[in-house]
């Protein structure tokens, strides 16, 4: 089996008595999509918030292309490779939606200590991220003001910047949240191409896109995975349908 | 209204502000009121300060309320340096003073670094009402340490007995100085478009909007924070040696706080973040200071209401009165 490129370890975080991560240990392999589901609460966001480097976990360790992460912050582990969007859209709300792309774009291309070019002028910076925008479909937006983006498009546009860092691996929090059914049949769509070029770990309510794209599932409750396996396996686990699914599933 | 984008107006603004500050001592000297051009000088002087605040402030968020230090710096910088050429003492292990402005200017900036240095590194740690607070405590350590050093005036300032030369000009004629001024002004807004317009200012602006996105894509905020924090210090410095030569005087006063809220107050009023912002700062606060300074000496209550006014209802300020909303492209 192929070296997984992402790798967590026996991850713990508490906030007080809480036990946000209790003990996670996962991998992302590359080429597939590993979907991580559970009811709200259970800890997701904080754990992907764990492995992009924005919280420090109490113990265990996070690896990526075979390199412990720890002690490195998200600025540093972004420019590794590890692209992440979120699952409130956080963009600079001022720059159009072009100017965000554009911003990705020189952070990979290294120093954004150079001070006199201007940036709209430098097609090494507008061309790629134009090409960004295009890809998923927002290049009709691309002037457009980040704060004035409809909530969908701001889910496009935060994939698009992870796309323009070239990333090595992809961590998206929700990215359907808030998307209409046909927004959400096309990401879906985008998503499945996606996994060719660098795998993704996707946390996601939506469970038709989940069953629908996912290699691998690992349920989370109370901060631990209680199951990881195919979509088949997950849907067919007892413990999994009595704390997640429901009867009904 | 016009039709024309916020862009092209905000331009045909700037020219107006940039031509009306040039012309205004040019017909003084026509009429022979040097009194104005000095009252012009002024204005060029702290729209500079207010230039280099504007770096940090306007682009970066970073609200300083302590580039009076670098103000006060410059200015000490100007004075001491011409003090020890006056006198014919050098300054340490054999070093002369000087009255030549750039060199001055020279010093100034690389003091002003120096300072701003570990100032930036150790308040950029903290963000919000702290970064203000912490700002404001090592200016206040600065100016009482100016206070306390009684080798240069102490709380009585230092005086500059004859105006710094700039080579090829008569500096102690109001109108060539006020050029010099200018021509600075003109260069320090130069320099802000460049930076406002480059990779390096992107990163900075984002920095303000969004530091978790900055980080995101792998640019540390605090790294773009600090150079930002230092090229402003060094610009503000530059004004306040200017600022020293305008007056023949320098005091402990130009570090105080007073003076670092009147640059916040000044890009306030301009419009932070706009190029021109500054200018049209200076030129309504020294104006007001001038025309209700004459009337009451009470005049900043009334600056005050003004504050309030755009603060309330005009938040981008003159320039975003005159040109509307601020564009990013």
Redesign the interface.
Known sequence: MAEPVLEILELRKTFGALKATDGVSLDLRPGEIHALIGPNGAGKSTLIHQI?G?IRPDSGSVRFLGQDMAGL????R??LGLG?S?QIS???????AL??V???V???QG??????????DDPT?TEPAMAMLERVGLAGRAQM?AAELSHGERRQLEIA?ALA?GSKAFLFDEPMAGMGPEGSKSLTKFLDGLRLEAPILLVEHDMDAVFALADRISVLVYGRVIATGTVDEIRNDPEVRRAYLGEAA | MTNASPTSRETIVNALLALLLLGLPLLAFAMGEPFYITLATRIAVLALAAVGLNIALGLGGLVSFGHAAFFGLGGYAAGILATHAFDGVPLFAGIPGTVSMPVIWLVTMVACGLVALPIGAISLRTAGVYFIMITLAFAQMIYYFAISWPAYGGEDGLSIYVRNEFPGVNTTQPLPFFLICYAVLMAALGLFWLLRGSRFGAALQAARQNATRLSAVGIAPFNIRLVAFIISAMVTGVAGALFADLNKFVSPSMMSWHMSGELIVLIILGGKGRLFGPVAGAMLYVLFEFALGGITERWQFFLGLILLGVVLFARGGLLGLLAGKARHG
């Open positions: 992009s924005s912050d998200m600025a540093a972004a420019r992440r979120f956080s963009l600079a709300q001022e720059f159009s100017r965000n554009m911003l990705a020189q952070a990979r120093s954004s200590f150079r001070f006199f070019r201007p940036v709209m910076l003001p910047i860092l």
